[in-house]
């Protein structure tokens, strides 16, 4: 499915982001043959210190929140673009399972889709998913898939 959107659009370069989904959504993206003609890189920043140096995330507003929301999934897509000079990315953050000290009771994830457009500015694309009853492993799988779904419909629309 990727894979034909991507090499449809031929200016497109990829890259991806990723916290909560630990390498999952850049290898899926790897998995495809033929990936390399559009896939640049990507970075798993799992620490906030990570996500501000590689990423350039902004440290206050990552602090306020564990690295987890919506803003932060899209300073992560548009520093992954920066990084690797690509003009679409996908971002993943949140909590693979629950943690109660954190008030987290079920997993949760963030992710966003940044296209950064010869002309103009960046547009965002982000979605958020609660995984109650699901295991580690499951989470990260179910975030990893709509962040595929979410980068796919967004390429069908441009």
């Keep these: 499915m990727l894979k034909k959107l991507m090499q449809s659009r ?15 959504v850049q290898a899926r993206v790897t998995a495809e043959s033929g990936a390399s003609n559009y896939f640049v890189g990507g970075v798993t920043a799992y620490t906030l210190e990570q996500k ?4 350039g995330v902004n440290r206050k507003a990552a602090a306020k929140c564990d690295s987890v929301s919506a803003e932060v999934a899209r300073q992560m897509a548009r520093g992954v673009c920066r990084l690797m000079k690509a003009n679409i990315a996908v971002a993943t953050t949140g ?4 943690d109660p000290a954190k008030d987290v009771h079920s997993p949760r994830a963030h ?10 500015r960046a547009v965002f694309i ?5 995984f109650s009853g699901a295991d580690r492993a499951t989470a ?3 975030v990893s898939d709509e962040t595929i779904v979410a980068l796919a419909k967004y390429l ?3």
Excluded: F, M
């Design 156 to 158: 069908e629309s441009v």
């Design 52 to 55: 501000i140096a590689l990423l």
């Design 95 to 98: 909590y693979a399972e629950p």
């Design 111 to 120: 992710w966003a889709v940044c296209h950064v457009p010869k002309r103009g």
């Design 126 to 130: 982000d979605g958020y998913g609660e």
């Design 10 to 24: 031929p200016a497109l370069r990829l890259a991806v982001a990723e916290s909560i989904t630990g390498g999952n």
């Design 140 to 142: 990260q799988a179910r």
